[in-house]
């Protein structure tokens, strides 16, 4: 099976920055997009940020031009450079990633999620 893990969540000030990392491990062949999502109490998951296997990137209103997301696709890992953070960007935030995995002979893509990672922006 694969399993992701997300690692750099943590509390800080206004205008401060945080770098997330999720990586895949597992019997994995090959992973197509990867994703960061998060979700602010008492609201709706929502989606932060995509980078395709081919690296192209997309990102919510929001968080365009004080994001980043990337990959590196030899260590199977995802990356979110989060800057200029505010408090609206409290949250908890899950990778995920469509990931294409062998059961026996049988390809198949099936879409993983990590199991979240706290960012609490206060001062």
């Known amino acids: 099976q694969v399993q992701l893990v997300e690692s750099g969540g943590g509390l800080v000030q206004p205008g401060g920055s945080l770098r997330l990392s999720c990586a895949a491990s597992?019997?994995?062949?090959?992973?197509?997009?990867m994703h960061w999502y998060r979700q602010a109490p008492g609201k709706q998951r929502e989606l932060v940020a995509t980078i395709t296997g081919g690296g192209s990137t997309n990102y919510v209103d929001s968080v365009k031009g004080r994001f980043t997301i990337s990959r590196d696709n030899a260590k199977n890992t995802v990356h979110l450079q989060m800057s200029s953070l505010n408090a609206e960007d409290t949250a908890v935030y899950y990778c995920?990633?469509?990931?294409?995995?062998?059961?026996?002979?049988?390809?198949?893509?099936?879409?993983?999620w990590g199991q979240g990672t706290r960012v609490t922006v206060s001062s």
């Open positions: 995920n990633m469509d990931v294409s995995y062998y059961v026996g002979t049988q390809l198949r893509l099936q879409n993983f």
């Open positions: 597992g019997s994995l062949f090959t992973i197509e997009s």
